[in-house]
């Protein structure tokens, strides 16, 4: 079975046409999370799916007969968030174990830090990247552990969303080894890398690799 890799563009700030473009193109699944449909029609790109409650895209039925391609798939339940709704659809529809997400940084903060929590109680098999302009976000879990390459010089922190046991680093100014961080154990907030590979990985719980571009 191929492993797929799938983006998703939340309704958060917008990413540029270039980010998304090159997403688009690395993707095998391309799904606008409500108003992110909005990204997709400034870069002038088609999604494969459109999903969420159409409660901040503009919702128009005329886009089904401009565009007959487009799945779409309205979900009013408010028991969830329009992201919670497309990760349900992506485990059961696809074979995905890589997840880019634009337009889940920055906007809202309740937004941003909602998005981080749902990404927590995805599967820890699925490698799971937040991206945009300024920074780039990393789950780190026992099954998909980091390899960074070419970053030497950027500002990386390490943040444990849940508690993470045996977290080990290479390649930073201060590294870790089988250190067990939580929100109460300390985390590694504005490390350096040093060296043109970084490594990272933790022997359980979701971590979180932050990159300032």
Same mark, same amino acid.
């Given at each position: 079975m191929n492993a797929e890799t799938t983006l998703f563009v939340l309704g958060g700030s917008p990413p540029s046409d270039e980010l998304l473009g090159w997403r688009y193109e690395d993707a095998d699944h391309r799904?606008?999370?409500?108003?992110?449909?909005?990204?997709?029609?400034?870069a002038d790109l088609n999604p494969d799916v459109l999903i969420g409650d159409m409660d901040s895209c503009g919702f128009d039925e005329s886009w089904e007969v401009e565009n007959a391609s487009l799945r779409i798939i309205k979900l009013?339940?408010?028991?969830?968030?329009?992201?919670?709704?497309? &990760?349900?659809?992506?485990?059961?529809?696809?074979?995905?174990?890589?997840?880019?997400? /634009?337009?889940?940084?920055?906007?809202?903060?309740?937004?941003? &830090?909602?998005? &981080?929590?749902?990404?927590?109680?995805?599967?820890?098999?699925?490698?799971?990247?937040?991206?945009?302009?300024?920074?780039?976000?990393?789950?780190?879990?026992?099954?998909?552990?980091?390899? /960074?390459?070419?970053?030497?010089?950027?500002?990386?922190?390490? &943040?444990?969303?849940?508690?993470?046991?045996?977290?080990?680093?290479?390649?930073?100014?201060?590294?870790?080894e089988e250190q067990d961080l939580s929100h109460d154990q300390g985390s590694s907030q504005s490390n350096l890398a040093v060296s043109d590979l970084v490594t990272v990985s933790c022997s359980s719980g979701n971590l979180f690799v932050i990159l300032q571009k």
């Open positions: 799904v606008a999370v409500d108003s992110g449909f909005l990204a997709f029609r400034h009013s339940d408010q028991d969830t968030t329009d992201f919670e709704k497309a &990760l349900e659809w992506m485990k059961k529809e696809t074979r995905t174990m890589k997840l880019v997400i /634009l337009g889940g940084l920055g906007g809202r903060s309740d937004h941003f &830090l909602s998005n &981080l929590m749902s990404a927590c109680n995805h599967e820890s098999s699925v490698e799971i990247t937040f991206d945009d302009e300024k920074e780039w976000v990393r789950r780190v879990t026992e099954q998909t552990p980091l390899r /960074l390459v070419g970053r030497n010089r950027a500002h990386v922190s390490l &943040l444990p969303l849940t508690p993470c046991s045996k977290v080990s680093t290479t390649g930073l100014k201060w590294n870790l």
